[in-house]
């Protein structure tokens, strides 16, 4: 089956980059299955992961994740269609278990290790995971949860056990014994990883038939509004998320590329946007098993000169203000993309400025697998502007009420998408399904924004974030990249506190660069460039502010911390 999807209402195309096509054939790959069964051998001998001292190549992969796939199916009796928990990070473990869960047919449900055991819970059984492949740094936690669950199989692995010897063992003695960054657990019915993958190799993979229908993962959401939901992002999703990437990345050469994978990948963002699109194109992923070591982090980077590297604002701050950044090569870098968050314009400078590469930024979300829209990578349009760029191919954007009428351009309103990207809904939950889903296969988002004459989309906030002074909208996005260009601020956050006079106020959580900063200079800046309701009213200095696994700040938990002082 083959067809390329076209858009209906595309007045952004006369601003596409060149190179970049109007529209994809979705089939042009039949399921993830097929795509990276053929990179495995197309690109056998090349390297497609570095960690921590090793390298594997393609061809590795394709037979450890077939051993894997194999094991799943004969051994554990789990069939096409049956859920099966990853609970890891950025480790050689992780590509070879979701590879081989999809090549056996599976559906993936991408777990955060930082789970608590109530979190935990919750997902394995709205998921029905029969299934989880967990480091054993968490397994404590995973044997809070089990009990009640519907789990059968239980796969452990440590951090070391597939580096070279004899640097796994060391790794994982000294996380064990000396830096005591195992708690002690008992799960009886435990296999170990490099068990399964042994027992696997003298099994056979079984043929699976999969299509753009099967469901590849459950990709639950990440749970600060409410219970977390599983998104159903099918194997057609993905693959057309992937080919949306493709040729939007045809503005540079990509192929065979080195990458940075910061970002672990049981995130959507990284999922797609590294693990998939390069293992479509043959490249080369430098996994960071510890991201927030950002001295190990810039090492890494003086080892590996990479062509492509995707984060957040708060990563990419972070390591310019680690000692060791500016030595860093980065005469190949030619793309780093931003996602998750707003970039701010004075990280954005900085980046260009150390490494002469543009940020630019993109946006989606999980119910998008995730990418909806990209800043072009090349021209004048790639200088950083504020905006989230131009819809991917076969991709449309809506700015609509909240009756879901269009607004049309330059209003600002809830941005709405339509494309193949979009999920097939949440698990088990029609309910919820019908409140983001509009007819005709549009997707609220749930993100404010605009587009203006040329086709740009700006995002202002997410809904909820919104702060509403005297009936006065403040988008947070705005308030904190202006207070982030304050001499000697090093983070940023602004929440809403409620206030009996104008309903709610702008706080502010700061971290400070500079020790001498006072709340004066903080209260002086935002005068001289915040109109008088959007300036904070109450200024909080913290040593840290609260983040999700990907740097992601936490407002709900600020406005949480507001709420109880």
């Known amino acids: 089956m083959t067809g390329v999807l076209k858009t209906m209402e595309r007045f952004w195309l006369p601003q596409y980059p060149p190179a970049v096509p109007a529209d994809i054939d979705p089939f042009e790959i039949a399921s993830l299955k097929s795509l990276i069964e053929d990179s495995c051998t197309r690109y056998a001998d090349r390297i497609a992961y570095h960690s921590m001292g090793t390298a594997m190549t393609y061809g590795e992969i394709d037979r450890r994740s077939r051993a894997f796939g194999a094991w799943l199916q004969q051994r554990a009796g789990l069939k096409s269609g049956d859920r099966i928990a990853i609970m890891l990070p950025n480790l050689l473990q992780y590509p070879i278990a979701m590879f081989g869960a999809l090549r056996a047919g599976l559906t993936v449900v991408n777990t955060n290790p930082l789970y608590t055991a109530a979190e935990l819970e919750h997902q394995l059984k709205d998921s029905g995971a029969a299934a989880v492949v967990v480091l054993e740094n968490f397994a404590a936690t995973l044997e809070q949860a089990l009990p009640g669950t519907g789990v059968r199989q239980v796969i452990v692995t440590g951090v070391g056990d597939l580096l070279r010897s004899p640097k796994g063992a060391i790794v994982n003695f000294v996380l064990r014994h000396v830096q005591k960054k195992v708690p002690h657990w008992l799960i009886p019915q435990a296999r170990r990883f490099r068990e399964v993958l ?36 099918s194997h057609g999703n993905l693959v057309a998320n992937v080919l949306q990437l493709r040729a939007w990345f045809q503005q540079v050469a990509l192929d065979r590329a080195t990458y940075v994978c910061a970002l672990p990948p049981y995130h959507i963002f990284s999922l797609t946007a590294n693990c998939w699109l390069f293992a479509s194109l043959g490249g080369t992923g430098v996994l960071i098993a510890n991201p927030r070591d950002f001295a190990g982090f810039v090492k890494q980077l003086q080892a590996h000169k990479p062509m492509f590297f995707m984060g957040v604002n708060t990563l990419f701050n972070a390591l310019m203000h680690t000692p060791g950044f500016g030595d860093v090569d980065f005469s190949r870098l030619v793309a780093t993309i931003a996602g998750g968050m707003a970039l701010q314009s004075g990280v954005a400078a900085r980046w260009k400025e150390l490494t002469g590469c543009n940020i630019t930024q993109g946006w989606g979300l999980t119910e998008a697998s995730p990418v909806g829209c990209a800043c072009p990578l090349v021209g004048p349009d790639a200088e950083f502007n504020g905006s989230i760029g131009l819809p991917v191919p076969s991709t449309e954007l809506t700015i609509r009420d909240d009756d879901g009428r269009d607004l049309g351009i ?67 996005n705005e308030v904190e990249d202006v207070i982030a260009r304050c001499p000697g601020v090093l983070e940023v956050a602004a929440v809403a506190k409620p206030d009996e006079h104008s309903g709610e106020v702008v706080a502010l959580f700061v971290v400070r660069k500079d020790a001498s900063l006072t709340e004066q200079a903080v209260r002086t800046y935002a005068h001289q460039y915040l109109t008088a309701y959007k300036r904070p009213q109450l200024i909080i200095f913290r040593d840290e502010l609260p983040k999700t696994n990907v740097g992601k700040i936490l407002r709900r938990e600020l406005r949480d911390q507001l709420a109880a002082r």
Request: charge should be neutral; aromatic fraction near 8%.
């Open 198 to 233: 042994e027992q696997g190799r003298d099994l056979q993979l079984l043929p699976v038939q999969l299509d753009h229908d099967d469901i590849a993962y459950l990709q639950y959401t990440g749970g600060t509004t409410g219970v977390a939901k599983g998104a159903m992002l």
């Open 410 to 476: 330059d209003a600002v309103g809830e941005i709405c998408l339509r494309g193949p990207q979009v999920m097939r809904g949440y698990w088990q939950r029609p309910e919820e399904t019908a409140k983001v889903m509009l007819p005709e296969g549009w997707l609220r988002t749930g993100d404010i924004g605009r587009i203006n004459a040329r086709g740009f989309v700006f995002i202002e906030d997410r809904k909820k974030d919104m702060i509403i002074v005297s009936g006065f909208k403040v988008y947070p």
